[in-house]
């Protein structure tokens, strides 16, 4: 009877500490509303004071003067891009030697140019101000002058982000930082972002930390972005790195930076890794099960860049398809044709399937022409003549020299093989061909060898047409 009283003690247990912590979660939801409701509240309350004690300053008779110079200067600032803008235009497109990223800030500050002379203006007229009248002060026009000169400096810098969407996420959530920070406003805000939370465990995410972490993550990842360019191009423009090499490193050097950026971002908001270990688990076995082909292809691609079995530029055929390796991806290599189609074959067909590599270990390629001709016609001469013709097209080499063979006696011509060799398959090889055969044609109509074809005679034999009945008369 012990054993079984101690077991219901633990189930008992074990039953009250979960319904603490349910009713602790329970509490915590309900009180939730409240907390975000008074946040709300009191920023609510906030903004109605500041509101009030803005229009209470704009009626004063100073700060309407203010405002009607703020005016003035947005006027000014507007004929002036009216007449600087053109010319600004025509000076940046005599400028053509110009690298691409200066231009591109060019084209930027031509675009902004009113909010550049805005900015000029406006702390041109805070130094006026401040001169004639030290003791009234230039309130509103400092706070004009600290929103327009903030909100142009985000403009600018947000150029350098090259992907748009977090380009123009960088931009209005750092316009809306400086509002609030230049109006006094970011406790309030912050207070309320805070209150709007989830908490599972120990974890708990606010919109706070989650805005954090975007804006964390949008540095991280640009200078993740920048450092794998960076790397990439050097890498890139080493010419003792072999291509397959190449790809391999520009692959592992982005997964290195933007793993460290993904890391470091989270690290810097507060977020404690461990408590996502269990939930990134479970995701990482399901994830397994449904992307089995998706890592076979990843792990594929990490072996041939590996083995250096293809690389970009090799030729190559898999089944019926026959081309050049333009780019080696993570999960597929693409294979441009002569006719233009570029097929994106899986890495894993390229390790599993037989891979015919026409320029593995050198780029020379033999093809065989067969043709025939008469049994009139010197052997030896066909022989000489053939590789004559051979060695004259422009793409054939020198060395290995051409080579022609006699391989059978057939039923109306002597069969033979012409064998010659290529470096630059890229090009093309039923072209190449169709050039050696037009030059075995010149060649042979010149010394009079003749090409034979198959010849039938065909005879009507006594009594073997069909009789057709004449109709007779009754």
């Known amino acids: 009877m012990e054993p079984e009283t101690g077991v219901g003690e633990v189930a008992d247990a074990a039953g009250e500490e979960a319904g603490e912590a349910a009713a602790e979660m329970a509490q915590q939801a309900a009180e939730a509303p409240q907390v975000i409701a008074a946040a709300a509240g009191d920023l609510s309350d906030r903004l109605l004071s500041d509101a009030e004690r803005v229009i209470q300053g704009v009626v004063q008779p100073w700060n309407a003067w203010q405002l009607v110079i703020l005016v003035g200067v947005f006027a000014l600032a507007h004929l002036g891009r009216a007449w600087l803008g053109p010319k600004l235009h025509g000076w ?24 550049v002379l805005f900015v000029v203006l406006v702390w041109i007229a805070v130094a006026v ?23 142009l400096f985000v403009a600018l810098v947000a150029r350098l982000i090259a992907n748009p969407l977090l380009r123009g996420l960088v931009r209005y959530g750092a316009w809306t930082w400086i509002t609030l920070r230049i109006l006094d406003l970011t406790t309030e805000t912050a207070r309320l972002l805070d ?10 995410i606010s919109a706070l930390l989650v805005i954090k972490a975007a804006l964390v993550l949008g540095v991280a990842f640009f200078v993740a972005r920048l450092l794998a360019q960076t790397s990439a191009h050097r890498i890139e423009t080493n010419r003792e790195i072999s291509p397959s090499m190449q790809v391999l490193a520009v692959k592992l050097s982005q997964l290195f930076f933007y793993g460290i950026a ?12 461990t408590g996502l270990a269990v939930l990134s688990g479970a995701i990482g076995v399901g994830l397994g099960f449904g992307l089995q082909k998706v890592v076979s292809n990843l792990v594929s ?8 079995s293809i690389k970009p530029g090799d030729v190559i055929s898999v089944g019926e398809t026959f081309g050049w390796i333009s780019t080696l991806g993570a999960r597929y290599a693409s294979v441009v044709t002569r006719d233009g189609k570029e097929y994106l074959i899986p890495n894993e067909d390229l390790i599993t399937t037989q891979v015919v590599n026409w320029t593995h270990s050198n780029n020379s390629v033999r093809l065989d022409l067969n043709f025939g001709t008469a049994y009139g016609d010197d052997p030896h001469v066909v022989r000489r003549v053939a590789i004559a013709a051979a060695t004259g097209c422009g793409r054939v080499l020198a060395q290995p020299a051409p080579v022609c063979h006699i391989t059978a006696f057939g039923d109306s011509s002597v069969d033979y093989i012409l064998r010659f060799w290529i470096d630059d398959a890229t090009a093309g090889l039923t072209n190449v061909r169709g050039d050696v055969f037009l030059a075995l044609w010149d060649a042979f109509k010149a010394e009079g060898i003749s090409i034979p074809f198959p010849q039938r005679e065909v005879r009507m034999l006594d009594g073997s047409a069909l009789r057709v009945a004449q109709p007779t008369a009754e």
């Open 92 to 115: 940046m497109r005599a400028r053509e030697g110009w690298p691409r990223w200066r231009m591109r800030y060019a084209v930027t500050l031509h675009r902004r140019l009113r909010a």
């Open 129 to 151: 101000v401040r001169q004639v009248d030290p003791p009234g002060g230039a309130a509103v026009l400092r706070i004009a002058a600290n929103l327009a000169t903030g909100w």
């Open 195 to 204: 209150s709007l939370a989830v908490q599972a465990g120990d974890l708990r």
């Open 262 to 273: 993904v890391f470091v971002g989270l690290r810097a908001v507060g977020v404690d890794l």
């Open 301 to 308: 691609g990490l072996i041939i860049l590996l083995d250096k």
